[in-house]
Every structure is written in C-alpha cells, then in structure tokens.
C-alpha cells in the first residue's frame, strides 16, 4: 500500500501568502472562501482534472494560482512522475501520481516543421512549470539526413494554462548534457554544460562541447558562462549545497574517442567529475571516482535532495551481477563525497533477463526502479503466453533510502507500446 507522507504546515510567519481568491465566488456554501479553499487544496492533484467540471467556481479555483500556492504552504503537494516515451513533438507525455496509481496526458509540444526524432532532451521541473530543453534531432534541411544534429529549443509548459511556450533557444545546441535547476526558489535559474549531437538510433556519431550557460527565467535569457575544462557529454548535472554556498556538480559521460583498428569508434568515458561554485563560476577538478579496470563507466544517476544537510543523496542504478548465464541481479551504489567512491547501497529485490531496460528516477525522497512487468516474471520463468497479457504494465519497486525498505506497485501503462526507458525521458515534478 502507497503511504502517505503527512507533515505540519510552516508557521505563517514564515510563509507566503497565497493569491486572494475571486470574492464573488462561491466554492462551498456555508463556509468562507479562504476554509473552503484551503479544504480543496487537500484533495490529491489527480482528481483536480474530474472536479474542474462540477461547477464555474471550482472551475476557476483548480485552474488557479492560488491552489498552487496553497499546496506549497501547506507542504501538500502531490508529486508526479513525467515521462516523455519519445519525440515529444508526436507523442504526447503523461504525468503519473504514485499515490493514486492515474495517469494524465499533456499535449505535444508545438511541432517542428524541420525536425523529427527528438530524443536525449532534459526535461526538468522548476515550481509549478515542465521545461524541455535541447536534445538530439534529424533536421530535414541537412545532408546527409541520416546525420543528428544538435538542438538549442527552448520550451515551458505552464499547468495554469494546460499549454506550451517557446522560450529562448540556448545559445550552443547541445543534446544529452548535464542539467540542473539552482536551489534558490525565489531567484531560480537553470545551468547547462556539455552535451553534443549523438542520437539515441546511432551512438557511434556525434559531436562534444564543452561550452556551459545559465538560464534566467524571469528575464527568459541564456547568459554564457565557463565551459567545462574539457569536452564531455552523456553527463549529469545536480547541486550540492554546503551552508550558503552551492556547487554545480557534471558527472560521468564521454569526452574524445578512439578507434580500434581504426575502423570500430570507442569512447573514452569519465571517471571523475567535475564542480562550478555559483559565485565565482570556476571549475574545480574532482578526482576519479572507480579505479581503471573498476568499472567503465557509470550507470544512471539520480539525485535525492536533502532538505536538512543541504548535501544531497547520489544514487547510480548498476546491473553487473549475471545470474545463471540469462539474468541480471540490479542494484545501485550512493556516491560518498568523503572518499569520493561508490558503495553498494542495496540490490534490486526482483532480478530481471539480460540487457532488460530499467527507468530510475527520485520521487518524493525515493528511488523509484521501473520496468515491464512481463520482464520480471520472465525472470521467475513465468510461461511465455502470459508475457504477451503484460506488454503494457509496469513494475515499480520503491527504496526509501532513510529506511533502507522496499515496496512495489503495480501499473498499466497508457502507452500503446512498450516504453524503453533507455530512451524515455523522465522527470519529477510536484504540484
């Protein structure tokens, strides 16, 4: 069963005070609108889609900035799960609320006459506002048309409008980059660094950059700021916070490549990474994190904040343990900045068939291991006719880090085919 994590309002002294409700509005007769408000702005965010239609005023009020408001107040937020399965020009994404097991669709975003086949985007969550940035792309206009190209586009889709803007293109197109949003909510910002032209359909191809630059959002304007020390791209990027100072951390990727036999391309992959502190903007070189022969590279990153100590938890979803010849035993490692090395945290409870793709992603303090659900039953050599039955639902299985427990759920997936989240895009985002 989905616990539900309770916790007591901040003082009000210390609390914003929300937008004032319209005063005409009636939303529950009987009370005043401030109660009555406050009582709606409880109910989960899943259910606000069915309720707009009840009448005008909670109409007005669900679509409203000041629920949104409210929500942060009261420390109520519903936090969903974005997943983009693909171009998100022609698939529309879905938020997915763990809690009550719904899905909701978003629209498209605005299509690119020129561009098709988007893929290896960030997609990062600021306030009550999507962002989708950059990515890999083939471009109609280029030759050979088989060759990806870089995308520098910039879009916002705002949940108080249900709808997407254009925003200002980044200044260097870049596709699979470190991408991090500041911790300072009331002067947020976005940083970007790295990246290159690779597509997820042809990994031998591509370029690197190094160059690096920091979104405004009130302002909408990119601002360049110093490149990484050297080209690297396939990286994550996070905060670390450290009293009142904040670092913005690139990890893992690639940087130049080699060739063997001068035919078959081989990248050389990071063991190290790298850190800008905010204020002066210089980069620092973090030592290797594995020893050579150790590891190759890293696995998927994901980052739990640390509301107390401000240092967050990095955790990396790894499947190097192969049971008897066909499976793979999945855990992750957490990084300690300490000793800057990787140890094993926990395993995967369910093992899953080889080269199995797995989604990994942090939600509401927890990491969240998603996969087919017809995957892990192979694994328990369930009987191949019932694999077909199981295409579209998803496993969840949920480690809550602070005390060390696993639990699952289970889900049927609202797309019409099976994700593979080795290319699906996933976000978190509370509303």
Not at 153 to 158: C, E, M, Q, V
Not at 286 to 315: N, Q, S
Request: glycine fraction near 6%; proline fraction near 8%; hydrophobic fraction near 40%.
């Amino acid at each position: 069963m989905i616990q539900i994590r309770s916790s007591s309002p901040p003082s009000s002294s210390s609390s914003p005070l929300p937008p004032p409700i319209d005063g005409t509005l009636t939303l529950i007769p009987g009370l005043p609108n401030d109660v009555a408000s406050l009582i709606l702005s409880f109910i989960s965010y899943s259910d606000h889609a069915r309720l707009k239609s009840t009448c005008r005023s909670w109409r007005l009020f669900f679509s409203s900035k000041a629920l949104i408001s409210l929500r942060h107040i009261h420390r109520n937020l519903s936090h969903l799960l974005c997943i983009f399965p693909q171009d998100p020009y022609v698939a529309s994404p879905y938020l997915f609320d763990p809690r009550t097991r719904a899905w909701c669709p978003l629209p498209p975003m605005p299509c690119n006459p020129h561009g098709y086949g988007l893929c290896n985007f960030a997609s990062i969550a600021v306030a009550s506002r999507l962002y989708v940035l950059g990515g890999s792309v083939f471009d109609t206009r280029s030759f050979p048309l088989d060759r990806p190209s870089p995308s520098s586009s910039a879009f916002r889709f705002d949940f108080h409008t249900w709808s997407w803007e254009p925003l200002a293109p980044m200044l260097a197109p870049r596709g699979s980059f470190a991408c991090a949003a500041t911790p300072d909510s009331k002067s947020a910002q976005i940083l970007v660094a790295g990246g290159g032209s690779r597509h997820a359909l042809f990994a031998a191809a591509g370029s690197r950059i190094s160059s690096a630059e920091r979104y405004d959002i009130e302002k909408d304007e990119w601002v360049s700021v110093d490149g990484l020390p050297s080209f690297r791209a396939g990286c994550v990027g996070f905060f670390v916070r450290d009293g009142d100072e904040s670092e913005f951390w690139v990890m893992g990727g690639y940087g130049e490549s080699r060739t063997i036999s001068g035919v078959f391309p081989v990248d050389e992959y990071y063991r190290g990474a790298v850190a800008m502190e905010l204020e002066s903007e210089k980069w620092r070189e973090i030592g290797d994190m594995w020893d050579a022969g150790e590891r190759m590279r890293l696995g998927k990153i994901v980052v739990v904040e640390d509301e107390d100590c401000g240092r967050p938890g990095v955790f990396m979803l790894d499947g190097n343990d192969i049971l008897r010849g066909r499976h793979v035993r999945v855990h992750f490692a957490r990084y300690d900045m300490a000793s800057n090395r990787w140890w094993e945290e926990s395993r995967v409870p369910r093992e899953a068939p080889l080269h199995s793709s797995f989604g990994f992603v942090a939600l509401d303090g927890e990491l969240h291991v998603i996969t087919l659900k017809k995957a892990v039953e192979s694994a328990d050599s369930r009987r191949s006719r019932q694999h077909n039955k199981k295409t579209g639902i998803l496993y969840i299985q949920i480690y809550n880090p602070k005390r060390k427990t696993w639990r699952f759920l289970i889900t049927k997936s609202p797309f019409h085919k099976p994700l593979n989240f080795n290319t699906a895009v996933m976000c978190s985002i509370p509303l």
